[in-house]
């Protein structure tokens, strides 16, 4: 049995045999929680051929993006606002709204490198905002995406693009960091490439959420087996930790889609083919009702997703 990726202990319990739900790709894989931290993992952990498959080109993370858009100008705005010098009152007046931005920094002329940076959505709003963009992105795909919009974007592993120490202002990974097979190992090389004051923001499924607690096996967040782990707070502490990183703060984050998709799952739990266009998942009543459950989630720390940022 492998060791925790986290803590290193053997001590982990099994806590079911798990599926590909999203894509409905045939196999099943095993997951287990660690006794001591509280990480779930799958075990054995499939290799990076096997999980091939299960990204397929149509994967959310690498559609096409349209930069011209009034949704995408309304968000670079928000961008501007909430992470740059905006106005105190047009802060208050559009605090509803900064619920639905990835945590980020900018800094006028700073290096920013967001790790699997998908189609680039997010670095093109940065390189709006004034910032110096790079990405990194596994994906072939993603990353002709991302390099269709002019982005420094690179395809391949963090690792393999050999970065020089000490060099970025701000690095960002938004549902990366539990797809990867050795987080502590990309922690390490995240700290060697950050500037000595530069900051590391990371989101993450929480494993202690009332969603996970709620809906077991059927949480959209498990996304098996694309995701090899799934962390806590506690986990992140101490992954940070070995990596000589240091937690400065979490943030709680909640959508109605995750509990949508769960519920989808429920209703549907033998389910051969994909299930995006089920009525569920579809259904705009339900996301305006679920809406004031996300937020009241968040407020008591038990969101769907943490977003963790780190400091040297």
Not at 120 to 134: I, N, P, R
Not at 226 to 233: E, F, G, K, S, V
Not at 284 to 290: D, F, P, V
Request: glycine share 8%.
């Amino acid at each position: 049995m492998k060791p925790c990726l986290v803590c290193g202990s053997k001590d982990k319990r099994f806590m079911f045999i798990g599926k590909d739900r999203l894509h409905a790709i045939q196999g099943n894989f095993k997951v287990v929680k660690c006794r001591k931290c509280g990480l779930i993992m799958l075990d054995p952990q499939p290799s990076m051929q096997e999980l091939s498959k299960y990204y397929p080109t149509k994967y959310h993370a690498y559609a096409h993006y349209d930069t011209g858009s009034k949704k995408e100008s309304f968000a670079i705005f928000l961008y501007k606002l909430f992470f740059g010098n905006g106005n105190p009152l047009l802060k208050l007046a559009f605090l509803p709204f900064k619920h639905l931005l990835r945590g980020t920094k900018i800094i006028p002329g700073g290096k920013i490198l967001d790790v699997g940076c998908g189609n680039g959505a997010f670095l093109y709003k940065m390189q709006v905002a004034g910032m110096d963009t790079y990405g990194v992105e596994l994906s072939a795909d993603g990353a002709k995406e991302a390099q269709r919009l002019g982005l420094k974007v690179k395809c391949g592993t963090l690792e393999q693009q050999k970065y020089p120490a000490n060099f970025f202002d701000v690095i960002t990974l938004n549902h990366v960091l539990e797809h990867v097979a050795e987080p502590v190992k990309t922690l390490k090389e995240l700290r060697r490439i950050l500037k000595p004051y530069g900051t590391i923001i990371i989101a993450v499924p929480n494993s202690r959420s009332l969603a996970a607690k709620l809906f077991g096996r059927y949480w959209a967040s498990l996304e098996i087996p694309r995701h090899l782990t799934i962390h806590n707070p506690n986990t992140m502490q101490m992954a940070a930790r070995k990596a000589g990183l240091m937690v400065r703060g979490v943030r709680y984050i909640s959508f109605p889609s995750s509990f949508q998709a769960s519920i989808m799952y429920v209703l549907h739990p033998r389910a051969k083919t994909p299930l995006e266009n089920n009525w569920v998942n579809k259904s705009k009543l339900l996301y305006w009702l679920l809406l004031p459950l996300v937020y009241i989630v968040d407020i008591l720390h038990i969101g769907d997703v943490i977003e963790v940022t780190m400091k040297r």
